[in-house]
């Protein structure tokens, strides 16, 4: 290869010695700006090496003269941010739910916090808008199974529905009525059809009729004798469009043969008090939340309403 190397005599450049077809490839050198930029590059990346943390090690890599990492960055802003949310954070668990509408700066603070951590924790069963799903109640509606005030929302965020690892979960367990064999298929049809006339959603009927007998022998303990529900049985009201599960025929015969026992999360377990108290005010506040009296009261008290500060001075 040596032996064809030659000096290009148009370009004054010697060649690299192989050709191709006649094709000769000049071997012209580097212009001394790029050398040097080169040159500065590895400078560059070993100063790099020995000032940041660049060398993987068995545990850890190495941490450099200056000690800084873009994780040790991220924990600062984190802590920095953590100890300016702190006062608001102890403030929201300091104080009883149904006492933060009297302070607006809180209750502000809490509807923010509320819809940062529902879309973290909750999402993923009562969708984005909180319109739930199938199975997943609707947040937005004024329908509730177990209150949908301040208090009560607190209350099942915090201790969950039919949760088997909370004492206090709310529970309500309703009969598989045919996959018990407590009633028969065709008494289990003539309790649906009882449920739909109720519901508005078909005319009266015989079986109807014999389903308004079977239904206050079985289920009016729970769900009343008019079908309206009970919130202290977590018992739905049966005589409203909204059903959590569905009201169609074949809907109600599966739940009324085999039952529902959906769970909730106990996020008691998993979330301290303040977020818990913030996601609750951000519920209560999509729209469907019910006035607790003590937080009405505190309410037009602050609004200056005379009934309502007669009313709290009545024992």
């Not at 959603?201 to 769900?223: T, Y």
């Not at 200056?304 to 024992?315: D, K, L």
């Amino acid at each position: 290869m040596a032996e064809k190397k030659r000096i290009d005599a148009p370009t004054g450049t010697q060649t690299v010695g192989h050709e191709w077809d006649g094709i000769e490839e000049l071997d012209t050198p580097m212009p001394r700006w790029w050398v040097w930029t080169f040159y500065a590059t590895i400078v560059f990346a070993i100063g790099y090496v020995v000032v940041y943390p660049a060398i993987p090690f068995a545990h850890e890599a190495s941490k450099g003269l200056f000690g800084w990492s873009s994780r040790g960055q991220l924990q600062q802003v984190m802590d920095a941010e953590t100890a300016r949310r702190t006062p608001i954070f102890s403030a929201i668990a300091a104080t009883p739910i149904e006492k933060l509408v009297a302070q607006p700066k809180l209750m502000e603070a809490a509807m923010q916090g509320g819809a940062a951590a529902f879309k973290v924790h909750c999402v993923q069963c009562h969708g984005s808008g909180a319109a739930g799903a199938k199975g997943y109640p609707n947040l937005v509606d004024d329908d509730w199974l177990w209150g949908g005030d301040l208090q009560s929302i607190e209350y099942t965020i915090t201790h969950g529905v039919r949760n088997p690892d909370e004492a206090q979960t709310r529970m309500s367990l309703m009969p598989a009525f045919g996959k018990d064999g407590i009633l028969t298929g065709t008494q289990v049809q003539d309790v649906v059809s009882h449920v739909r006339v109720i519901s508005g959603q078909e005319k009266a009927s015989a079986s109807s009729r014999r389903g308004d007998v079977l239904f206050q022998q079985n289920c009016a303990v729970c769900h009343g004798p008019a079908g309206k529900g009970l919130r202290e049985f977590g018992a739905p009201n049966l005589t409203d469009p909204i059903w959590l599960y569905g009201g169609d025929r074949e809907t109600l015969t599966q739940t009324v043969t085999n039952s529902r026992r959906g769970v909730m999360p106990a996020w008691g377990h998993a979330l301290d008090k303040a977020t818990i108290r913030m996601l609750a005010v951000y519920v209560h506040g999509l729209g469907g939340g019910e006035a607790t009296p003590v937080a009405a009261q505190i309410a037009a008290q602050a609004a200056g309403a005379p009934e309502a500060q007669a009313n709290a001075a009545t024992p």
